[in-house]
C-alpha cells in the first residue's frame, strides 16, 4: 500500500532532550516535507527536500532540523525540544514538489514538551 | 501577504443535509487550489484540485467551485453521511516564479449528527 509512515504517533518529552521523528514514504517520491499543525492556524512547513540531500528552510525551522540520506527517509529532529514545539506534526511527500503535485501525507505525530 | 481565509471555523449539520463550506484567497498570482478532508487523527487527503480556468470540479458528493476573479471557493456537501465528519481545508499554490510553497487555510471543522 501506497503510504507515508510517521513514528512516534505520540510523544511525551521534556525541555531540552532531544528527539527524532522519523518520516518515511515507500512510493519512491523526489519530495518530501514536514509541516506543523496548530489550532486555529494552517498547516506551516518547517522544511523541505526536493531530493536526496537537498534540504531546504520552510516557514518555521527555527529549532529544527532534518537530514534526506536516503530518498524514503526523512526525519525531524529537535535537538533541545522547548514546550512551544508541542504540536501535531505531519510528514509528507509529492513526486516532484511541482506545484501539480498531490501531497500525501502521513498520519501525524502528536507531540508535547513538558 | 498570501492569505487563505475559511469560514465558517465549525459547522453541525444533521446528517443527509447539505452544507457548504467557503474560502477565500488573496495569494496572488495564483496557479491553482485544493480541497483537504481531514480525518480526525489522520493526515490531509486531497479531495479535489482546480486551476484558475475551472469553475467547478466535483469528487462524488463533493463539489468544489471556483471564482478567480473575486478569489472565493467553496466546496458543497451533498446529502452528508456521518463519515464526512472531518476538517476541512483550503488550499492555494502561487503562482509561477512564486515558489511551490502552499498556502494553507485553518480548516472548517464539520460535524455530521444522526
Known amino acids: 500500500e501506497a503510504q507515508v509512515t510517521q513514528n512516534p504517533r505520540y510523544l511525551i518529552t521534556v525541555t531540552g532532550k532531544k528527539l527524532t521523528v522519523t518520516c518515511s514514504q515507500n512510493?519512491?517520491?523526489?519530495?518530501m516535507s514536514w509541516y506543523r499543525q496548530d489550532p486555529g492556524l494552517g498547516l506551516r512547513q518547517i522544511y523541505y527536500?526536493?531530493?536526496?540531500?537537498?534540504?531546504d528552510k520552510g516557514d518555521v525551522p527555527e529549532g529544527y532540523k532534518v537530514s534526506r540520506k536516503e530518498k524514503r527517509n526523512f526525519p525531524l529532529i529537535l535537538e533541545s525540544p522547548s514546550p512551544n514545539q508541542t504540536s501535531l506534526y505531519f510528514c509528507?511527500?509529492?513526486?516532484?514538489?511541482?506545484?501539480?503535485?498531490?501531497?500525501?501525507f502521513g498520519p501525524g505525530t502528536r507531540l508535547t514538551v513538558l | 501577504k498570501n492569505q487563505v481565509e475559511q469560514s465558517p471555523q465549525s459547522l453541525i449539520i444533521l446528517e443527509g443535509k447539505n452544507c457548504t463550506l467557503q474560502?477565500?484567497?488573496?495569494?496572488?498570482?495564483?496557479?491553482?487550489l485544493r480541497w483537504y478532508k481531514q480525518d480526525t487523527g489522520r493526515g490531509p487527503v486531497s479531495l479535489t484540485i482546480?486551476?484558475?480556468?475551472?469553475n467547478t470540479k466535483s469528487n462524488g458528493r463533493y463539489t468544489a467551485t471556483l471564482d478567480a476573479d473575486t478569489k472565493q471557493s467553496s466546496l458543497h456537501i451533498t446529502a452528508s453521511q456521518l463519515s464526512d465528519s472531518a476538517s476541512y481545508i483550503c488550499?492555494?499554490?502561487?503562482?509561477?516564479?512564486?515558489?511551490?510553497?502552499?498556502?494553507f487555510g485553518a480548516g472548517t471543522i464539520l460535524r455530521v449528527k444522526s
Open positions: 509528507a511527500s509529492s513526486l516532484l514538489g511541482s506545484r501539480w503535485d498531490t501531497q500525501y
Open positions: 512510493m519512491n517520491h523526489e519530495y
Open positions: 527536500s526536493m531530493n536526496v540531500e537537498v534540504t
Open positions: 474560502c477565500n484567497y488573496t495569494v496572488s498570482p495564483f496557479s491553482n
Open positions: 482546480m486551476t484558475f480556468s475551472e
Open positions: 488550499v492555494v499554490t502561487p503562482g509561477e516564479g512564486y515558489g511551490n510553497k502552499l498556502v
